[in-house]
């Protein structure tokens, strides 16, 4: 049957809908000090019982890589999916683990939200992350959410507010923080080498029009729910991966705050250009039109009058970066990743740049040269990554950052310590979803971002450098061994 614009957009709905539900939930909610989840530990747990929810393109790398950390039991799977479900007890079942518990459907997050497990792990698309976190943590759950984990005001205050009153940890899974470059820089910051850090720029530029127009049926997302959310939007959906790990670096919610933000973006033009190349100019595709500009840039402004520029293109015919800039009054970071040889570091540009002058006022008119940043990059490695670095790479997962990224949550809630990411900064950061937006179609006007923390950022301590015991963990013996790891 053909499909036209406007059938493709029915069953959109979604996208108000899980507002009002995160509205009644909020509005419920009795709400108990500002700022408690800030640096909130929850008692220790001896074995972390983890149930995941969505099993299509992020659930099974999480499935493998907690799986193979030790006191981490994966006891439930769901997904809309039978087939999915299955596909996963099979891989844990060839690895030697039991069975996990199967829900399906619609509302299968439920039943496992209900049942007897610690972290609901959600990696289903956007519009289910909140009512899911909500559930789990009015079950009694902590939630960690796959980014960004909500779209709207409402569903970020609803997410504050039942983690509070529940006492439940609810984390946003932004992996990019644990990046090797990240961490280094945030190294940096920390031991004052670049200075006080008065800018900072972040991004996601990622072509993906091949993936958002791809048939779900042969591997694209889900009922094109991210094309989808391009044609009913403007702004920037998805700010979390280039603005969390500088929002760390500039101790946002812990002596700072995001204060206001303007926004613009230009017109849409690749995505049309590219569905009447690829499907015809009278299809379904090339009459969609999405509003969703292929460069949208967000200038935000701190309470302590820093700035950060924070852009999204998904659609222009270009390279992918998360720029990670990091600008203090000594020095600058730049770059998401390092140059494995002298040849592309110095002919193609790859790799982090940084540089700082040795004294004030001498100035820091290039970057260093290779030879010099691996040095650098040696001696100011982040604690985590020279712990655990090697195993990361082994273990993968977008060069290791998401093993990290699940082996420091579960070594945290094993161990009774505050998560490296609180429920303000998850709504911090994704707020910029509807802020964005407003901002984009009313030509740019101021926008204010809400203080979800209500006062508590004026106290809170900086984050801390952060690092896992593997002996601890009982990881030391398979430091430099992934192969011994069921993955």
Not at 77 to 94: G, S
Not at 329 to 341: W, Y
Not at 373 to 382: I, N, P
Request: proline content about 4%; some cysteine; charged content about 20%.
């Amino acid at each position: 049957m053909e499909t036209n614009r406007r059938d493709f957009l029915k069953g959109t709905a979604w996208m108000g809908a899980t507002a009002a539900m995160a509205g009644c939930v909020s509005s419920a909610a009795k709400i108990c000090s500002p700022g408690a989840m800030t640096s909130f530990a929850a008692p220790a747990l001896k074995r972390v019982r983890v149930g995941i929810c969505g099993l299509g393109m992020r659930g099974p790398g999480a499935v493998h890589r907690l799986a193979a950390i030790p006191g981490v039991d994966v006891v439930a799977l769901c997904d809309l999916f039978q087939q999915r479900v299955d596909a996963q007890n099979d891989w844990l079942t060839r690895e030697g683990k039991p069975k996990a518990a199967s829900y399906t459907g619609e509302e299968g997050y439920k039943a496992l939200c209900e049942s007897d497990l610690d972290l609901v792990y959600i990696a289903t698309p956007w519009s289910s992350h909140t009512p899911i976190a909500l559930y789990a943590m009015e079950h009694g759950k902590h939630a960690a959410i796959e980014v960004p984990s909500a779209m709207t005001l409402e569903e970020c205050w609803a997410l504050v507010e039942t983690s509070e009153r529940t006492g439940r940890h609810c984390m946003q899974l932004e992996n990019c923080c644990y990046g090797e470059a990240e961490m280094m820089c945030l190294n940096l910051v920390r031991k004052g080498v670049l200075g006080e850090i008065l800018h900072a720029e972040g991004a996601y530029i990622h072509d993906l029009r091949e993936l958002n127009y791809l048939d779900p049926m042969k591997g694209g997302y889900q009922g094109y729910w991210r094309l989808k959310w391009n044609a009913r939007h403007e702004g920037n959906p998805y700010a979390t991966h280039g603005l969390v790990p500088v929002m760390q670096a500039m101790n946002v919610n812990r002596g700072d705050r995001l204060d206001y933000l303007v926004s613009l973006q230009c017109a849409p033009r690749c995505n049309d250009l590219y569905a009447a190349a690829k499907f015809g100019a009278d299809s379904w595709q090339a009459q969609l039109h999405p509003p969703c500009g292929d460069m949208s840039t967000t200038l935000v402004r701190t309470v302590n009058g820093k700035t950060i520029m924070v852009q999204h293109d998904v659609n222009s015919p270009r390279p992918y970066s998360r720029l990670n800039v990091v600008q203090g009054t000594r020095g600058l970071f730049s770059g998401i990743g390092f140059a494995e040889k002298a040849e592309d570091f110095i002919r193609f540009g790859c790799g982090a740049h940084f540089c700082w002058e040795e004294q004030v006022g001498a100035g820091a008119h290039g970057f260093f040269d290779f030879e010099k940043t691996e040095r650098l990059r040696k001696e100011y490695r982040h604690p985590l990554w020279q712990t655990a670095g090697a195993l990361a790479h082994k273990m993968g997962g977008h060069g290791g950052m998401d093993f990290l990224m699940d082996l420091r949550l579960c070594y945290c809630l094993q161990n009774g310590l505050p998560l490296d990411m609180d429920v303000y900064d998850l709504a911090a950061s994704c707020s910029l979803a509807e802020l964005s937006e407003r901002s984009c179609r009313n030509r740019g006007a101021t926008q204010d971002v809400p203080d979800f923390t209500r006062g508590g950022w004026k106290t809170a301590k900086p984050l801390d450098l952060v690092s896992v015991d593997l002996e601890k963990l009982g990881l030391s013996d398979v430091k430099k061994d992934a192969t011994q790891l069921n993955v």
